[in-house]
């Protein structure tokens, strides 16, 4: 029964190197493309505030439970959990918690690189200058054309795929720990560089009333299970992911600072996307709030097309997208891969070069589900749609709601009291109160509602 101070795989170089990679992990697709969309077919103002709730009530403890498990495992999120469960003399069912995490990396990887390989797509879309002086119905048409040819979208996802394996091949603590602290802080004045366009050239106050008025009669059941789904997406917890890059931590950091931190800065990207986005659509003829997936692809362009030098920034802003995308779709492999090498005893590059692939192939049925297959349903979903749904609004939730109550109630005290040394006593029980009470009843509650209202009624 050990309390590891290291890893064999290292360490992050310091606390600032793990907030930048998380923050690479949590900000992403699910910021700057899902949350707009999310937000605008569930009517805005109300699924915010119930989004931010579940950020800080249910997300922050649970990222906090996750990071606790990998700092204390210090491997891949499989074998930490394993560790804990055995040293923690647990029934040794919990150790399928794991499991649970590789799946849903799997399943998300899928869809993730389809979506991502949109966004390397419209680099080249804006800056061949089709786009340039483009209507809202124009830009619709031609997002419409890249959706309906299959041998597009499926060169863009190879590529956006091999750009991850490209990584993580390589070992991502170099390559990712110096990409993500070069890449988040551009980022960052990109999209201020944005929100400051969008404040003056698009209708930024109804795009303000839009996300910040509680209109609470729009929201539903299933509009809140949706919610809570995308704070779990957004910030890459129930998976592993964040649990990987916490048996990197440094053990001197304080895990519920650094996590707030993360979390904030993940908050921050998805409301000043949200606010540029709709800014942009209010602003323009032809597109709704409740556009759905292609939101981004289709406002964005009439934004850069209506601007002088808009397509090099509009070139610009979709490669951040990649970037973005690409430093969180490596943490949903890098578990992957890491578990397969300590289990399998097989070369990384065997072990990328297997798990991208059958990500690749599931892939394709993301792919055909925008254009051949788009009729074939799956409880009423497209094949996309429901791995998203199924992913985002159950697999992540369950898992959450499982290491909450791991941590919560079976996890050896000791353990949890090492990891969490240096925080005031009265946070400490409040976090507590919050994986035992708060996070299991308000997560199954809105579960069995969410599930209920979607199928059911
Ligand atoms: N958080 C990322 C985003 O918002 C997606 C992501 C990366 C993720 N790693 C994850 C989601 C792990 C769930 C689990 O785009």
């Known amino acids: 029964m050990a309390i590891q101070q290291k890893g064999m795989h290292g360490a992050w170089a310091s606390r600032w190197t793990f907030i930048m990679a998380a923050t690479g992990s949590a900000v992403g697709l699910g910021n700057m493309w899902k949350f707009p969309y999310v937000a605008g077919s569930n009517g805005g103002g109300a699924f915010v505030l119930v ?47 794991g499991w649970v995490g590789v799946a849903a990396g799997m399943l998300i990887l899928s869809f993730y690189a389809v979506i991502a390989g949109w966004a390397l797509a419209y680099i080249f879309e804006a800056a061949s200058g089709e786009l340039a002086g483009v209507s809202g119905d124009t830009a619709g048409a031609i997002f419409g054309s890249l959706l309906a040819d299959p041998s597009r979208l499926i060169f863009w996802q190879s590529i956006f795929m091999l750009l991850c394996v490209g990584v993580v091949v390589g070992g991502v603590k170099k390559g990712l720990g110096v990409a993500v602290e070069i890449l988040m802080p551009v980022l960052f004045v990109m999209l201020l560089l944005l929100l400051g366009f969008s404040f003056f050239r698009g209708n930024f ?14 929201l539903t059941w299933r509009g809140v299970l949706e919610a809570m789904g995308q704070a779990f997406f957004t910030l890459s917890i129930g998976m592993g992911a964040i649990m990987a890059y916490g048996a990197y931590m440094p053990q001197k950091a304080n895990i519920g600072k650094t996590i707030l931190i993360v979390a904030f800065f993940d908050s921050l990207v998805a409301i000043i996307s949200g606010l540029i986005i709709f800014s942009i659509v209010f602003a323009t003829q032809g597109i709704e709030p409740s556009a759905g997936p ?78 051949v297959w788009s009729d074939i349903k799956f409880a009423g979903l ?11 609004n159950i697999m992540l939730p369950l898992s959450g709601l499982l290491i909450a109550v791991f941590v919560g109630y079976v996890m050896k005290r000791e353990f949890v009291d090492y990891q969490m040394q240096g925080t005031a006593p009265k946070i400490l029980a409040l976090w507590r109160l919050t994986l035992r009470y708060v996070a299991p009843v308000a997560i199954s509650a809105v579960f069995v509602m969410g599930i209920y209202d979607k199928f059911f009624s």
């Open 51 to 97: 989004y931010l709730g579940c950020i800080l009530l249910i997300g922050v403890p649970v990222m906090m439970a996750e990071v606790l498990i990998g700092r204390q495992g210090r491997q891949s999120p499989i074998n930490s959990m394993r560790d804990a469960v055995a040293e923690s003399d647990a029934k040794s069912r919990w150790r399928h918690v």
């Open 205 to 218: 106050s109804a795009a303000w009333d839009f996300l910040f008025n509680f209109n609470l009669q729009l």
């Open 294 to 371: 292609g939101l981004m692809f289709i406002s964005l362009p009439v934004a850069f097309g209506g601007m002088p030098g808009g397509l090099l920034i509009g070139s610009a802003f979709f490669v951040l997208v990649s970037i973005a995308a690409w430093s969180s779709a490596i943490s949903l492999l890098e578990p992957c891969v890491a578990w397969l090498i300590e289990a399998k005893d097989i070369s990384r590059v065997q072990a990328n070069l297997l798990l991208a692939g059958f990500a690749w192939v599931l892939g394709l049925g993301s792919v055909l589900s925008f254009n």
């Open 382 to 392: 497209t094949f996309f749609d429901f791995l998203d749904f199924l992913t985002a």
